[in-house]
């Protein structure tokens, strides 16, 4: 017998399938990986590799997979309240938390498996007719990518849970793109331009000040594509620094945001 999550999660896809906004959108991750895979070996130098391939396409995919995961996810629960279906829905036995938990699933299944997609064929493009497979690191930039994809489609349904409108939702939603995807590293950028020209540091900023700069979801994606994807590269310093801890960071990410939506939107008035 079908669990209530899973009958929400299944009618909550088949109508996400059938817009053509979110087909736009789940084409722009796609896009973006397949060019980057044809473009990769073209102007890139050797060694050519899936590993390496993953340290070429993070950049973009830090922009790209915050936009189209905040989009997915902002309408999850507020549009339905706005409507007034979220009360009719909440009248059936079924739990606040349950609606929440099944909407998000639904929502990250929708970016998660294209984007899976798109990386097994990336990876063909990249090794033909020249390159060098890593069956590893393949695996691993598709648990990363999975996972950076669902840490954002968490901020965006956590974003429906706190607001009663679909323009906050959205707001809000983008303010938490703007300030990690963009206004984080610019911050941290300025802070070592200034302490160098200082001469307070000579290079990097101190490992403290660096873990909490690491604490934004792209950074602890490039940490973890540097870490297990790229074979060439190294994370170095502390062990706060780590790959593994960037692990830990983005699981927060994915857990922290949802469990806050879940915790406002049980005690929220809906009337």
Known sequence: MTSQWQQVARQDWSQAVEQRSVKVLLALPVVVILLSAYLYPVISQSPITTGRFGS???????????????????????GDFESGSLLLMLSLPQRRRTIVFARYIARAGLLIIPTVIAVVAG????????????????????SIIAGFSATWVSVGVAASTLVAT????????????????????????????????????????PEPIQFVFALS????????????????????GAWYLSEWIAAIVLLAWVVGPLAIGVFRFERRDLQ
């Not at 979801?217 to 170095?236: H, K, M």
């Open 217 to 236: 979801p792209g950074n602890a994606f490039s940490t973890l594509i540097t870490g297990f994807v790229d074979t060439t590269q190294e994370v170095t």
């Open 123 to 142: 990876a063909g493009l990249v090794v033909y007719p020249l390159g060098s497979f890593e069956p590893l690191s393949v695996l691993m930039l598709i």
């Open 56 to 78: 070429f396409v993070r950049g973009l995919l830090r922009v790209v997979i915050p936009i189209v995961g905040v989009l997915l996810g902002y309408n999850a629960i507020v």
């Open 166 to 205: 679909t323009r906050r939702a959205l707001g809000l939603g983008f303010a938490t793109v703007i300030l990690f995807a963009i206004v984080w590293d610019t911050i941290e950028n300025v802070l070592r331009g200034v302490l160098l020209s200082t001469d307070i540091i000579s290079g990097r900023l």
